[in-house]
């Protein structure tokens, strides 16, 4: 038994240093991507719609804004800010008398007078994050009449900024790589790494920073820079932080699904043999403000990721090799994020209680360190380095502890799953108010 659970170890050791090497390895392969799409010249400017849905971003409104202003394009561009009713409601419910998010944005955009930014409010109560953006969508095609197949539909988290190039960027690789379905930027959570670093009691969401940018970079990036610089197919997800969808494809895949909008969506693509692009720009995300925060966003990331069966079994009967790729996919996300972090944490206790400190239990006690390691490194290649050394290392030495937290979406998701179903009625997600 003891060489069984020592061999199963070894394995998971080999599997997540490769997470350890691929972030690395990203840097020097991002550079020889980077050289490739520099060679080309743009032939036009693509039409591009940039959605930024939003609902209680009261706070950061004039943020997102002055730095989308800030944005200089050649082609035609439209920013569309999409706020709620649902917002609306719950203020006039609950009876708080602050603006909505809706008022500020309103009163902002008139102040600076910017042509380029829209403003679409979604009439309805029910929906999500989905709705909203299907209703500008519906919108744009009203009222701009599109008639170009290269137009593209880039989606943002409310908190993002990403790189004042992004755009021009992004036509580059659609010169280069003939205009793919979809564009992927990676968010990187370190817009306020530097200031969190400086606070107290902020350790456990920087050591989630750390850990976060492995699957930053050693997934989602390492397999769109697999799609770019080679031709294969690799199955992927959507970033719903930082996604660019031409318009066509979106309408051909029945647009955002409802839920989710993004992991759901490049699972969709994936089985039809959609072509995927990596874009070499970044947006830069919040790291949240609580941990409780995060929870939360690891019960939609959860949820998101078991909708590979759902999209498995819609495309029954037809794109055979894509659902098979996408079942070996989706199945290893969950078995990541369930069953290894458990069977990482048995062994640290199985070989505490026992006294029997062999060779896996160093092997698995070295993985968050090395993570940790490769992510500082790519921490610095982006640009942050005035950060509190002393509490970035002190979330590095307490690192071990992250497997502790990594599969309480799963356990939560499973939860409200038995409450949704004893009770009869839908799950709720709470919003991550910043």
Request: proline share 3%; with cysteine.
């Amino acid at each position: 038994m003891n060489k069984v659970l020592l061999i199963i170890a070894i394995i998971i050791f080999a599997i997540y240093f490769f997470g350890f090497v691929f972030t690395i390895l990203t840097i020097y392969l991002e550079k020889k991507y980077k050289r490739q799409i520099s060679k080309y010249k743009l032939s036009k400017y693509r039409d591009i719609y940039v959605l930024l849905p939003a609902m209680k971003e009261q706070k950061i409104v004039k943020s997102t804004i002055d730095w989308f202003h800030k944005i200089e394009y050649k082609g035609n561009i439209k920013f569309v800010i999409i706020t709620t009713e649902k917002e609306e409601l719950e203020y006039k419910t609950n009876n708080i008398k602050d603006k909505t998010t809706n008022i500020v944005v309103e009163e902002y955009l008139n102040k600076l007078n910017d042509k380029r930014f829209i403003h679409y409010h979604y009439p309805k109560t029910n929906g999500n994050k989905s709705s909203q953006m299907n209703y500008a969508i519906e919108m744009i095609k009203k009222e701009y009449k599109i008639t170009d197949n290269d137009t593209y539909i880039s989606v943002f988290d409310f908190d993002s900024q990403p790189e004042l190039n992004t755009f021009d960027v992004l036509n580059q690789v659609a010169e280069c790589k003939n205009s793919p379905d979809a564009i992927n930027q990676v968010p990187m959570c370190f817009k306020n790494y530097e200031e969190f670093s400086k606070q107290k009691g902020k350790t456990m969401l920087l050591l989630y920073t750390l850990h976060h940018t492995i699957r930053s970079c050693a997934i989602e990036k390492m397999k769109l820079l697999i799609c770019s610089l080679t031709k294969m197919k690799v199955p992927q997800y959507c970033m719903g932080a930082c996604m660019h969808i031409k318009l066509s494809t979106l309408l051909e895949n029945d647009k955002f699904p409802i839920f989710v909008d993004d992991l759901t969506l490049g699972y969709r693509m994936s089985i039809k043999g959609c072509r995927f692009a990596y874009l070499p720009t970044y947006n830069y995300s919040l790291i949240p403000n609580r941990l409780y925060d995060y929870m939360n966003s690891a019960v939609l990331i959860f949820k998101g990721i078991s909708t590979y069966l759902t999209e498995i079994r819609k495309a029954r009967g037809r794109n055979l090799y894509g659902r098979i790729k996408m079942f070996i996919a989706g199945t290893g996300n969950i078995i990541v994020f369930t069953i290894i972090p458990w069977f990482i944490i048995g062994y640290y206790l199985y070989s505490v209680i026992s006294h029997n400190f062999n060779i896996g239990f160093w092997l698995l006690l070295s993985i968050p360190y090395l993570w940790c390691i490769a992510s500082y490194i790519n921490l610095h290649y982006y640009g942050f380095k005035k950060d509190n050394k002393f509490r970035s290392i002190l979330a590095m030495i307490i690192s071990p502890i992250w497997f502790f937290f990594r599969p309480f979406g799963f356990l939560i998701y499973i939860k409200r799953l038995i409450v949704s179903k004893i009770m009869r009625r839908e799950i709720k997600y709470k919003k991550t108010e910043r």
